[in-house]
């Protein structure tokens, strides 16, 4: 079966900087993705890579390791409503996404 | 301009009847997913269509979930005879085509089976 992994929870302090891990065995790969999800909300996309290496958006950032299964994404400069839930999700085949459950990222002042 | 928009929000139900969810696409976008997202799981792909069509069935899970999308708009997905292991939040999502990464997604349907 597909496998994606996350941390459960995370918790860090306003201000600071955090990473995200994601690590995949998929039986395919064409794509990876990071999404928030606000309780309550609806997940808005956050990043997409494709091919190794860095892709920087402002505050956020995602890396990505194909020979590894492994991705990252990196929040700068933590702001109270950077408190969500990071989905990590891989386009296996087509066009569908699989998602890991998520990690539950909890800003404190 | 206007999300992915979905109805019932919160949609709670006898055991053995049945539901249907709705979600309007944004305009424009020819693709179009289901997913469900349960209790402390990640979400789980349902069923997606590209137009009218649905390519990829293969996670519905069980013959008493269906979907169908008409004008290359709306679409209702339908659950026959629920059981209360159907309980989740169904959440929607389009895309301009199945080839472009981004996927919109609407607020979701929180259904509850008693």
């Known amino acids: 079966g597909q496998n994606i992994d996350q941390p459960t929870e995370m918790t860090a302090t306003e201000g600071a900087i955090v990473q995200i891990n994601c690590t995949y065995q998929?039986?395919?790969?064409?794509?990876l993705f990071w999404y928030q999800q606000h309780a309550g909300e609806a997940p808005t996309f956050l990043s997409y890579?494709?091919?190794?290496g860095l892709e920087e958006k402002g505050r956020f950032s995602s890396f990505l390791s194909r020979s590894k299964g492994y991705s990252y994404l990196l929040l700068k400069e933590l702001q109270m409503k950077d408190s969500a839930s990071y989905l990590c999700?891989?386009?296996?085949?087509?066009?569908?996404?699989?998602f890991g459950k998520g990690t539950m990222l909890l800003v404190s002042p | 301009g206007a999300g992915v928009s979905q109805s019932p929000s919160n949609k709670v139900t006898e055991k053995g009847k049945d539901v249907e969810l709705r979600c309007d696409p944004i305009?424009?976008?020819?693709?179009l997913y289901w997913y469900r997202q349960s209790l402390g799981q990640g979400l789980e792909f349902l069923i997606y269509f590209q137009g009218n069509s649905a390519p990829d069935k293969s996670g519905l899970p069980s013959d008493r979930f269906s979907a169908e999308r008409t004008g290359g708009s709306v679409s209702t997905l339908t659950i026959q005879r629920t059981q209360q292991e159907d309980s989740a939040v169904y959440l929607c999502a389009s895309s301009l085509g199945v080839s472009y990464n981004e996927q919109f997604f609407g607020p979701g349907t929180r259904l509850t089976v008693l």
């Open positions: 998929t039986s395919g790969f064409n794509g």
């Open positions: 999700a891989v386009r296996i085949t087509g066009s569908t996404l699989t």
């Open positions: 305009s424009g976008h020819t693709a």
């Open positions: 890579n494709v091919l190794d």
